[in-house]
């Protein structure tokens, strides 16, 4: 879908400038080439989902009144107006047509003439104090303003636009510009020759001697019609978003979009997207203050233009960089559609509140009974392997016809042996649970008959996002259920047939005790990037996938927590007083078992005593028989003549079989080596020496730190966690293999009598005790 929709873009974008508008010599009149019945008729197709708008060539953006005017009506926003201006300015500059549709003449006009009157009456009063009066701005004569006006926004615009070498050009309309139909052919033939020549539109109705326009459907000019009622340059934009085919029309105003209801109003909610069926089911509110449009206007006017095959955005222009977010396909505003086929498809934010309503029915529930349900979802994933698998295959041919990477491939399989490991690994996390929600961490006896209790309970809801092993899902799911947190889950696209098989024996196994809800799969064309800006519905974000992913992650949430590490770069450390086949045993297992973990070997750290003996050649040899290429540390890239090629990075996760070697001169200098490059995520010393050992342990900042043992251990179900919904290098709340004690948090219980703080005061009745009590 997405790459026809390139394609449609491209073709309308060649057609624009070759085909769809045709500019003629000056010394006759200008026609184009769409004719006024064929410019009512629905061009082309809209774009169905926000993900396509970033192929939109074509776009009309439409400011208004109180997008780019101050509070006080007088003069207009100007860091607001240079933002939208900067934003306009990159998309001409990335090859795309821009058109604007702008107020603001009449705002610009009263504060400059207000200027000039205050300087008037200052003088008068200063001739005649008798005849002074108090100045009122509402009095000025708005066409007079707009006359004023008009000359200096448009040299702020040019001004702002010429800081990114963007030329633009002033087209002003009036009524008589759609009566006629020789003007009207001449002001679309004059659009189409500015943006031919690379020049920004900018489009305004010329206020100063015509009042609000206002065309009736049923008017006739020149003998069409012209199909929608102007009366605002909300219907403008419209219409000019129709005749000139755009494939986006943006229109700004100063709420975040469409309301089912005045957004004041209780039980107001905001539509992320709209269409034809949800006309009957919104309430309009009061128009805009500062301008001639309202809500109801702009809803008629994007319909209008949706029915002509222009995609529409509302958006609130008072966002931060909202033109490039909508275009960026973040869920801004409310986008108007024709899609269908979804609209059965429950929203996001629906299935984040139904996560909380379950996450409590899941607390509500007896400790056996969450049991039960993971113990049923274990045995569903022995019970039904033949349905996993046949969908895992599908997963499986997509993803070998579209060349994913080998390392990947790897994680998105699954088998028999696979799956019978993660219902042994469910069935320990349903055990553990009779102790997870509720438990007492601490008793105190505050005064008498005045007791404190800090108990556990869930953090609430989860977003976990993963990639490529739907071996997650049930894990994450079965913990989620666990510690009764409701969840959502965000898989990737390569295991859509294996996550969707997966998610519904979840949910046969949510249902076995009334939480069907509990636990959700997103598997809508959500951005990543809108469900982080959830924080509303969300407590606790947990990404499972590349470091890529974490990181971006990492820096895209703001305002939700974040838990995990977004690289694994282990280090093995073979000290001088190692045995030469422990060594040996544990480097291939923590490089070889399997690469692509992000608790695999990255770098083997060898002490420098060991280059003249058997354990340097024999560790080479044996990885080199396993299919490891290596790369060399500076250091020993030094001392070989003829060694591996030099490693580009010491701190890099490979995630294949491949690691780098690098030889250092002592133990502190290999703990030195392992806190600037190492990633905190777990480091292993392989010895005899026990002293050393100690010291590596108790040195070495890791989330895991091993002595002779292979990095590989570092696993929540290793761990006898049962399972794990990731492993975290934060150092607050979690750190290491993360089950269910990292998904919980605590509250206090007080259970008093007619206890008050006063009574605590000096001279009151009561005393503190402070006394520490057995826990229950």
């Given at each position: 879908m997405l790459r026809n929709s390139f394609s449609l873009a491209q073709s309308l974008r060649n057609s624009f400038s070759s085909n769809a508008w045709r500019a003629v010599s000056s010394h006759g009149p200008r026609q184009p080439l769409v004719s006024p019945e064929r410019r009512l008729e629905k061009a082309h197709p809209t774009f169905t989902e926000r993900s396509q708008l970033k192929y939109a060539r074509r776009l009309v953006v439409k400011l208004g009144s109180a997008v780019i005017t101050r509070e006080d009506n007088h003069g207009l926003a100007l860091g607001r107006l240079a933002?939208?201006?900067?934003?306009?300015?990159?998309?001409?500059?990335?090859?795309?047509?821009?058109?604007?549709?702008?107020?603001?003449?009449?705002?610009?006009?009263?504060?400059?003439?207000?200027?000039?009157?205050?300087?008037?009456?200052?003088?008068?009063?200063?001739?005649?104090?008798?005849?002074?009066?108090?100045?009122?701005?509402?009095?000025?004569?708005?066409?007079?303003?707009?006359?004023?006006?008009?000359?200096?926004?448009?040299?702020?615009?040019?001004?702002?636009?010429?800081?990114?070498?963007?030329?633009?050009?002033?087209?002003?309309?009036?009524?008589?510009?759609?009566?006629?139909?020789?003007?009207?052919?001449?002001?679309?033939?004059?659009?189409?020759?500015?943006?031919?020549?690379?020049?920004?539109?900018?489009?305004n109705t010329n206020d100063a001697v015509s009042p609000p326009m206002f065309i009736r459907d049923d008017e006739p000019a020149g003998g069409a019609r012209r199909g929608i009622p102007i009366k605002d340059n909300d219907s403008l934009s419209a219409m000019l978003a129709a005749e000139v085919q755009a494939d986006l029309l943006i229109l700004m105003s100063d709420v975040d979009g469409i309301y089912n209801k005045p957004p004041w109003e209780d039980g107001a909610k905001l539509m992320h997207t709209y269409t034809s069926d949800d006309s009957n089911s919104i309430e309009f509110g009061k128009k805009s203050k500062v301008g001639t449009g309202g809500m109801d206007s702009k809803v008629k006017a994007a319909t209008w233009a949706l029915d002509r095959g222009v995609s529409v955005v509302i958006c609130n222009g008072m966002q931060e960089k909202a033109i490039k977010t909508i275009i960026g396909g973040r869920k801004v505003g409310t986008f108007f559609t024709e899609a269908t086929e979804s609209s059965n498809a429950v929203p996001v934010e629906v299935m984040?509140?139904?996560a909380r309503t379950g996450s409590r029915q899941m607390q509500a529930l007896t400790p056996a009974q969450r049991a039960s349900a993971v113990n049923t979802l274990a045995d569903l994933l022995v019970s039904r392997e033949k349905f996993i698998l046949e969908a895992n295959a599908k997963d499986l041919a997509e993803a070998q016809k579209n060349g994913l990477a080998k390392p990947l491939l790897s994680r998105l399989s699954l088998n028999s042996a696979k799956l019978k490991n993660l219902s042994i690994g469910l069935k320990q996390i349903a055990e553990d649970s009779h102790k997870n929600v509720g438990r007492v961490l601490r008793r105190t006896r505050l005064a008498d008959h005045l007791e404190l209790k800090q108990v556990t309970v869930p953090i609430g809801v989860l977003l976990v996002i993963f990639e490529s092993r739907p071996d997650s899902l049930p894990q994450v799911a079965a913990l989620a259920m666990a510690s009764a947190n409701g969840l959502l889950l965000k898989g990737g696209k390569e295991a859509a047939h294996s996550n969707k098989a997966l998610m519904e024996l979840v949910k046969e196994a949510l249902a076995t005790v009334g939480a069907d809800h509990a636990v959700s799969l997103v598997s809508t064309r959500e951005e990543i990037s809108d469900l982080l800006s959830m924080e509303n519905h969300i407590d606790l974000i947990i990404p499972r996938g590349s470091s890529e992913l974490v990181r971006n992650i990492q820096q895209q949430s703001l305002h939700i927590p974040v838990l995990g590490h977004a690289e694994g770069v282990c280090h093995v450390y073979i000290d001088r007083d190692a045995d030469l086949q422990k060594a040996l045993h544990i480097a291939r297992d923590a490089k070889c078992d399997y690469p692509a973990a992000c608790n695999a070997m990255e770098t083997l750290l060898i002490h420098e005593d060991l280059m003249s003996g058997e354990i340097f050649t024999d560790v080479c040899n044996m990885l080199k028989r396993e299919g490891v290429k290596i790369y060399a540390g500076p250091r020993l890239n030094q001392q070989l003549t003829?060694?591996?090629?030099?490693?580009?990075?010491?701190?890099?996760?490979?995630?294949?079989?491949e690691c780098c070697i690098e030889i250092v001169p002592s133990l502190e200098e290999a703990i030195n080596h392992i806190h600037t490059y190492g990633s905190g995520h777990t480091d292993?010393?392989?010895?005899?020496?026990?002293?050393?050992?100690?010291?590596?342990?108790?040195?070495?900042?890791?989330?895991?730190?091993?002595?002779?043992?292979?990095?590989?251990?570092?696993?929540?179900?290793?761990?006898?966690?049962?399972?794990?919904?990731?492993?975290?290098?934060?150092?607050?709340?979690?750190?290491?293999?993360?089950?269910?004690?990292?998904?919980?948090?605590?509250?206090?219980?007080?259970?008093g009598e007619d206890h008050a703080a006063a009574d605590f005061a000096e001279g009151g009745r009561r005393t503190w005790l402070h006394e520490t009590l057995p826990l229950d």
């Open positions: 933002s939208i201006v900067e934003q306009v300015a990159e998309c001409h500059l990335e090859g795309r047509e821009v058109m604007m549709v702008t107020s603001g003449a009449v705002a610009f006009g009263k504060q400059k003439l207000a200027q000039e009157l205050l300087m008037s009456l200052s003088m008068r009063e200063t001739l005649n104090p008798k005849d002074s009066k108090e100045f009122d701005g509402a009095t000025l004569e708005p066409r007079a303003a707009a006359a004023v006006g008009q000359s200096g926004l448009m040299s702020l615009y040019d001004a702002m636009f010429a800081q990114y070498g963007v030329k633009i050009a002033q087209v002003l309309v009036t009524k008589p510009d759609f009566y006629n139909e020789e003007t009207r052919n001449n002001l679309f033939c004059t659009l189409s020759e500015l943006i031919s020549l690379n020049i920004v539109p900018i489009i984040a509140e139904n003829f060694g591996p090629p030099a490693a580009k990075s010491l701190k890099h996760e490979y995630g294949a079989l292993v010393i392989v010895t005899e020496n026990d002293a050393a050992a100690k010291q590596f342990l108790g040195s070495v900042d890791s989330a895991c730190v091993f002595h002779n043992a292979s990095s590989r251990f570092a696993d929540g179900f290793r761990f006898g966690l049962g399972a794990e919904v990731g492993i975290s290098t934060a150092r607050i709340h979690a750190r290491g293999p993360v089950g269910v004690e990292g998904l919980l948090t605590t509250k206090w219980i007080l259970n």
